[in-house]
Antibody, heavy 123, light 108 residues
């Protein structure tokens, strides 16, 4: 059973960097059939995909245009985890942040499982 | 690709059937259309992937269907634990991943 455990601060000051980590159990961050993603949910409820990292003979990342200039997602194979760094945060970055595995099978692709979520307030 | 869900809120009683719609601004591969359930204070939970395949442990009262730009999640015989918010999600368009705004199924 794959599980994701998030950690990181719940309060970040404006202009600083938001950093969260997601520890993976039951799978590998180097899996060739998964990508490792960060998603946030605004106070109004909307879900926004932020970015992903994945390994297919080499490491790759993709980021949402809305945060592309401020975001870095990095894997750590030694600890089987991946991290989110979002710099120059503003109050608009206040949200619940989730890590999630996107898993591909012949039946389809989906986010499963999800981390427990971290409520981050920028203030 | 923009996903639009309707209705925004569905007020029903236990035992009734819920029909939730997800419409995409462009055609989405059914392979990459998923549905999630979210309850207050919890992370979203995968219900359906590949438009119609139930995830592990999901009861058969949940049924997904559709293709192209129109997808539907049906819940037959609503149980008390089914009152929640439901999101559809696509992969492969632009942006790479996007979610619909959600449909809240609440108690009438």
């Amino acid at each position: 059973q794959v599980q994701l455990q998030q950690s990181g601060p719940g309060l970040v000051k404006p202009s600083q960097t938001l950093s969260l980590t997601c520890v993976i159990s039951g799978d590998s961050v180097s899996s060739d059939s998964a990508s490792w993603n960060w998603i946030r949910q605004s106070p109004s409820g909307g879900l926004e995909w932020l970015g992903r990292t994945y390994f297919r003979s080499e490491w790759s990342t993709d980021y949402a245009e809305s945060v592309k200039s401020r975001i870095t997602i990095t894997p750590d194979t030694s600890k089987n985890q991946f991290s989110l760094h979002l710099n120059s945060v503003t109050p608009e970055d206040t949200a619940v942040y989730y890590c999630a595995r996107f898993y591909l099978t012949y039946l389809g692709g989906s986010f499963d499982p999800w981390g427990q979520g971290t409520r981050v307030t920028v203030s | 690709i923009v996903l639009t869900q309707s209705p925004g809120t569905l007020s029903l009683s236990p035992g009734e059937e819920a029909t939730l719609s997800c419409r995409a601004s462009e055609s989405v591969s059914s392979t990459y259309l998923a549905w999630y359930q979210q309850k207050p204070g919890q992370a979203p939970r995968l219900l359906i992937h590949g438009a119609s395949t139930r995830a592990n442990g999901i009861p058969d009262r949940f049924r997904g269907s559709g293709s192209g730009t129109d997808y539907t999640l049906s819940i037959s015989g609503l149980e008390p634990e089914d009152f929640a918010v439901y999101y559809c999600q696509q992969y492969g368009g632009s942006p790479l991943f996007s979610f619909g705004p959600g449909t809240k199924v609440d108690l009438k």
